[in-house]
């Protein structure tokens, strides 16, 4: 479990880190709090030319609000946005999916944009910026793009970034989910991967689901808020069977499914007696 | 709570007894534990990697070093061919041709067998190698499920031995058929215990030297014992035992039994260093470790009781079958025989039938793991006595008493031939049900269930074995066979204390360090006996075999510390406190009887003025040993040996004493189930032990919290997966193999009563392993209870939980009707791991479709990632491939054959996929047909994934195989027609569907 040869970068602000991925592509992978990284590293699934670590950079540092906007800089630990004081009135949903993410101790050193670049199919965080619908900020040498949440994870582990390009930043829109937000994972160990995870946010008379897990990412449905309760059923139920799910281990597509069918309803309810 | 102190202990201090924290952990808390790894090393060292085997089954053709001898820093490349040329294959208690070396050799037989080692400059170096040692296999068929491995047309394992089943031997005792025929019912269970380990901390780790000057090897290992391995392992170096020196260093990250399994590797690395010439060290990563460390054996039993109306069991019937996995180690099969004496538990039964059975199958090995065969016969048992109680309509707590030995039956004779020491199983129960702890908890229940709640509840009483009888598993061995090889039989234990000339006290023993705190309990044991604190005492616990005494049950495992080790101490001790009153004896002008010792001083009784330090008295044997008695020798350093005549070999009736003293569990537990999330909670754990005298109950603690966890983890998570068709290991990594944390353990309740075991001086017994044994029956108990369930499978998962408990699910949404069953046509591959089919359709003529497939120059387009695509001959193309999901890629060679060709109508295609990070195999059908739309392609697909990928990616595999299947069939359809094809299903794929997999598989 030691890590094929690579060379090591840690640039001294962001223009030297994208004159790097220009140069290198996708010979390099970015090195954020290298929780998933790391063991990719030294299990050798991954054999990057180039580490790029980005951690340091005290631009990518920052947590602020803009336009409506949280940002979320690319070098910001999980631990320090749970524990930035506005979390909860700014972000209810965020901080309540977050304690779920890993452990403790990961998310000292995990960062936020790293996960949703990492775009695991069971985490957390991409499924927080698909159900608030936020946006990626992605910056080359070229300049700046910001992609919905929809149009930046592609699949499993893949998302649009280009290789030249940096996630400088994540956004998340302001005040999502303060008249209802929930959220509940079913692992087998508290800190797994999930094996489905559920978060429901109600705003401006509709309420959003979205599912982990299941499918090769996050897919969210949208509902009005006044749905009946069969109309409810039906929707998930339909909502199962698209995802489909799949056998592991761990969890079998069936169980999957009815963890679906099980998690949306009680989130929905926690979420619409909220007001 | 503790029993006085027994006559015939000469404790005077009274330390032995107390909760003293432990001397180890200032220095592990402070990070200055010493582990082999800490260790320096010669500055020529070279750092060794073992190449694993992918196949879990197969004939190793060829193995080619050229290119990991290239690497600069690789120094050598070791293979099988190599080991067997300068070495014994390990011995085994069985006398079949199951020859095993260090290395395979000709074969390999389970994922993660050595194959070959590179030794390099570092590790990583030595990494970089072991990538690229090109093996060609030819694979074999696999049997990975012990009940097929012993049909009459399972692969063998080992041909030689003409059978997977290695060893069947039939036990009666008592009349078993006639108390059959005479019971009113008869009451079966049927279990089936997992395959799991406990994994410690830290892994194998081997230093080892070959010293041309004598021919003699030095090694330093985690090496945990028995030392009856040590034998072993010098017949397969070909040195005698004193030519193997074998040192074990003073701290070690956990063992479970584990680590006896080290002693392959402690060959292995020896051979090494000879063949380089240079000290090797290697220490075991985890993904080694979980693939081919060590388990325990699965079994499977078939337990009959004969049953009177009342819950009276008079007679037992097991079948067992238990599950070596590809080689027997010595000593296997331990665990079939480890608690052959005491197989009617805790229960008075006086008629029992057994039928044990040894079957190999291509899984890891299996060997020593906490509990050693315990857990899976209490299972069975304890599964039973809630099974007669719900068949009878009887409390499962009132079944069990009315089975139990009772308690004027001690020394109790069991009918396999344990002679139970002590106990009073009956008070052990009234002290665990009482005060309101039964009231509470069938309250809980009571409550829960009236709320709607799924809850139940367990009980388990277990008999805890402590210090084997080294002779138990001769019993495998038939009357005429045993008496041919001479008896086996025993235990010795040793220690030494030695006092210098200003009386520091030191000592050794023949226990191996894991974690437990036998330091500090030995140093108590001496410290009563001298009259010093226990901090005055130093124990040496590393182990020099060149050095030390030892014999072959030295070691820490099968609970043998308390009635062995200890009992050593404590006769070590008293023989240099006899020595020292007799010398102060002479210098007091008194009797040794009446020579005292106490604060650290020695005395006269009758004239307490009359007085020295310890260190003066004890000094005088080195100072003035003219001053020693002329019946003693000068200086001071004393071996306390302790062989116990209770434990003698097998009687011809094979009745055996498989043991030394037998402590006493009694569990209870509430658990809920989750009816959202299908998981167990245990609501109230209570634990009641009677484990003789306890040396030090924080210690015992320790050892009963870490089992319950243990316990927990066999019960509710651990489980060592295969794929049952291929033999590839599932769970590679700690994101598979569940092992609880912190917050997956409850709080448990402890209680202890004593009740001293009369063999023992000391009156203790074992009692590190006895919740790994009760605890996992006892949730499974509780969640039958909760479910009323007849059959439970370990571990409880939610998966397995959502299987039984959910309702159907109803049909899936109906997709469009296809003109051939892509569907149907998935029949043909129902048995790969991963399946799929498929229907699309293309606005094109088949022709175009047909040439596209078949051309590598176009080929080579359409499958993801490929570099180069050869015909090699026209229905076997070779490609090289880059293939992955996100970062995760790799470059791999897949071997792609054709049949069933009918042009423009149908293919079959079939191949293999092998790169660093895993291989895959894979078949599939494509069928061709007109339509109005152009030409509908049908296809349908098996991919099994192997190597790497399977072991740690198993969460991943299978949506990246739709992923690339996918990405296929989106480049077919670019390249061959007008666009637009139209799917008409959600699972791709075809005939790459193998390529894919294999694609996919690399994940």
């Keep these: ?275 | 709570m503790y029993a006085d102190v027994k006559k015939n202990t000469h404790s005077t201090q009274g330390w032995v007894g107390r909760s003293l924290e432990r001397h180890e952990d200032a220095a592990l808390l402070m990070g200055q534990g010493r582990y082999v790894d800490d260790f320096p090393i010669a500055p020529n060292t070279l750092h060794a990697a073992v190449v694993r085997a992918s196949h879990a089954h197969a004939l190793i053709t060829a193995i080619d070093t050229t290119r990991a001898l290239a690497v600069p820093g690789v120094r050598h490349v070791i293979t099988g061919e190599q080991i067997r040329a300068i070495s014994d294959p390990f011995l085994t208690v069985l006398k079949q041709p199951i020859d095993q070396w260090a290395l395979a050799v000709e074969r390999v037989r389970y994922v993660g067998e050595a194959v070959a080692v590179v030794l390099a400059d570092d590790r990583y170096i030595a990494e970089d190698g072991a990538a690229l040692v090109d093996i060609l296999y030819e694979p074999l068929p696999v049997v990975v499920d012990p009940v097929a491995a012993v049909r009459s047309d399972a692969p063998l394992l080992h041909p030689a031995a003409g059978s997977n089943q290695l060893s069947v031997r039939e036990f009666v005792y008592g009349e078993p058929d006639a108390a059959f025929a005479r019971a009113e019912r008869t009451i079966s269970v049927d279990i089936e215990y997992p395959r799991s380990s406990y994994t410690p901390m830290e892994c194998f780790a081997v230093v080892a030297e070959y010293r041309p000057g004598d021919k003699s090897f030095d090694v330093l290992a985690n090496f945990q014992g028995p030392f009856s391995a040590h034998p072993v392992m010098a017949k397969a170096l070909r040195v005698p035992g004193s030519r193997l020196r074998l040192r074990i260093p003073p701290d070690s990250g956990g063992s479970f039994g584990i680590k006896l399994s080290v002693f392959p590797y402690i060959v292995l690395m020896g051979l090494a260093a000879r063949i380089s010439g240079r000290p090797v060290k290697w220490i075991e990563d985890r993904l080694e470790h979980l693939q081919a460390a060590n388990s325990g054996p699965n079994r499977i039993t078939r337990l009959d009781a004969a049953v009177e109306p009342d819950g009276r069991v008079t007679a037992l019937r097991f079948d067992n079958l238990e599950d070596y996995g590809a080689y027997l180690r010595a000593p296997m099969p331990g665990p079939l025989y480890r608690m052959h004496g005491a197989t009617t538990g805790a229960y008075d039964i006086r008629h029992l039938a057994m039928v044990n059975r040894v079957v190999v199958t291509n899984k890891m090995p299996a060997a020593l793991v906490r509990g050693f065969g315990g857990p899976q016969l209490y299972l069975a048992l304890e599964r039973l006595m809630q099974r007669i109680a719900v068949e009878l309509g009887l409390d499962p707590l009132e079944v069990i008493r009315r089975n139990l030995i009772s308690a004027d039956a001690f020394p109790y004779r069991t009918p396999a031939g344990a002679l139970y020491d002590s106990g009073d199983y009956q008070k052990a129960i009234e002290i665990a049900t009482g005060d309101g702890r039964l009231t509470d908890l069938l309250r809980r229940r009571d409550e829960a269930r009236a709320a709607g709640k799924l809850y139940g509840i367990g009980y388990a009483a277990v008999v805890e074995p402590g210090m084997s009888n080294m002779g138990y598993l001769s019993t495998i061995l038939p009357e005429e066979i045993r008496q041919q090889q001479g008896p086996k039989n025993g235990a010795v234990s040793m220690v030494r204390v030695n006092v210098d000339a200003v009386g520091g006290v030191s000592m050794t023993a023949d226990v191996t360090v894991q974690g437990q705190g036998h330091a500090t309990a030995l140093s108590q044991i001496v410290a009563d006996q001298l009259g010093l604190h226990p901090r005055d005492i130093s124990v040496n616990l590393e182990i020099d075999t060149q050095k030390d005494a030892w014999s072959i049950a030295a070691g820490s495992y099968s609970c043998r510390f308390s009635p062995g080790t200890a009992v050593a101490a404590h006769l070590a001790g008293k023989q240099v406190r006899d020595k020292v009153a007799r010398i102060a004896a002479g210098l007091f002008k008194t009797t040794e009887d009446d020579v005292g010792f106490g604060g650290g001083r020695v005395f006269s009784i009758a004239q307490p003025a009359k007085s020295m330090p310890f260190g003066r008295a004890a000094g005088t044997a080195h100072w003035s040993p003219v001053l020693v008695p002329d019946t003693d020798q000068p200086g001071i350093s004393e071996t306390g040996i302790w062989a116990p005549q209770e434990l003698a070999p097998p009687t011809g009736g094979d009745e055996i004493n498989t043991s030394l003293t037998y402590g006493f569990v009694f569990d209870m537990c509430g658990i809920e189930i989750d009816p959202l999330t299908m998981q167990v909670k245990v609501d109230r754990y209570v634990s009641m032990h009677d484990a003789g005298k306890l040396i030090n109950p924080l210690l015992a603690e320790g050892q009963i919290r870490g089992a319950f966890v243990q316990g927990l983890a066999t019960a509710l998570y651990e489980e060592i997966v295969y794929d049952d068709k291929t033999g590839a290991l599932q769970t590679g990594t700690f994101a598979e193999y569940l092992v609880p944390t912190a917050c997956e353990v409850p709080q448990i309740e402890i209680i202890h009563m004593e009740t001293p075991s009369p063999f023992t001086p000391l009156g203790a017994k074992g009692l590190a392993e006895g919740n790994c044994m009760s605890t996992p029956v006892c949730i499974a108990n509780a969640v039958a209870d909760a479910l009323s369930l007849r059959d439970v499978r370990l571990p409880i998962t939610p998966n397995r939980l959502n299987a039984v408990l959910a309702t159907n699910e109803g049909p899936a949404p109906t997709l469009t009707s296809n003109v051939v069953d892509a569907a149907a046509m998935e029949k043909e591959f129902a048995e790969a791991t991963i399946a799929g089919s498929g229907t699309l359709t293309v606005a094109t003529e088949a022709g175009n479709i047909w040439d596209t497939l078949l051309n590598p120059q176009t080929l080579k387009n359409i499958i993801p990632g490929c570099h180069t695509v050869t015909a090699l001959r026209p229905d076997h193309f070779q490609a090289e491939v880059s293939l992955g999901v996100g970062p995760v890629r790799g470059r791999f060679i897949a071997d792609v054959y054709l049949s069933d060709l009918v042009p423009q109508r149908q293919a079959k295609l079939s191949g293999e996929l092998r790169g660093p990070l895993g291989k895959a195999e894979g078949k599939g059908r494509i069928i061709l047909s007109l339509t109005p739309d152009g030409t509908r392609i049908d296809y349908a697909y098996g991919v099994d994934v192997g190597g790497k990928v399977a072991s740690v990616g198993g969460r991943m595999i299978r949506r990246a195989a739709d992923m690339i299947i996918g990405q296929f069939f989106e480049r077919l359809v670019a390249l061959s027609g007008d666009g637009d094809a139209t799917p008409t299903k959600k699972t791709r794929s075809g005939l790459m569907a193998w390529l894919v997999g294999l694609f996919g598989g690399q994940k």
């Design chain 1, 1 to 275: 479990m030691k890590p094929a040869a690579f060379t090591y970068m840690r640039p001294d602000n962001v223009d030297e880190a994208l004159q790097i991925l220009t140069e290198y592509g996708s010979e390099a992978r970015v090195l954020a709090g290298g929780q998933s990284l790391m063991a990719m590293l030294n299990l050798r699934l991954v054999e990057p030319g180039v580490l790029l670590d980005i951690s340091r950079l005290p631009a990518l540092r920052h947590i602020r609000l803009d336009n409506g906007f949280i940002e979320v800089g690319a070098a910001v630990t999980q631990a320090e946005l749970l524990a930035w004081p506005d979390l909860e009135r700014e972000a209810p949903f965020i901080a309540q999916a977050l304690p779920w993410v890993g452990h403790f101790q990961t998310r000292n050193r995990g960062t936020v944009c790293g996960s949703i670049s990492h775009a695991d199919p069971s985490s957390e965080l991409p499924l927080s910026l698909a159900l608030l619908q936020g946006e990626a900020v992605l910056r080359s040498s070229k300049g700046e793009r910001r992609l919905a949440a929809r149009d930046y994870q592609t699949g499993m582990l893949q998302t649009a970034r280009r290789e030249d390009e940096l996630l400088v930043a994540v956004r998340f829109p302001v005040g999502l989910g303060r008249a209802g937000a929930s959220f509940q994972e079913v692992s087998r160990r508290h800190g797994d991967f999930a094996i489905v995870s559920a978060g429901v946010i109600r705003h401006a008379g509709r309420i959003r689901i979205g599912i982990g897990g299941v499918a090769d990412r996050p897919s969210c449905i949208e509902l009005d808020e006044n749905v009946s309760a069969a109309n409810l059923t039906e929707r998930i139920e339909q909502l199962a069977w698209e995802l489909g799910g799949y056998d592991d281990i761990h969890a079998s597509a069936r169980f999957r499914r009815d963890l679906v069918r099980r998690l949306a309803p009680k989130l929905v309810s926690e979420v619409l007696s909220c007001a």
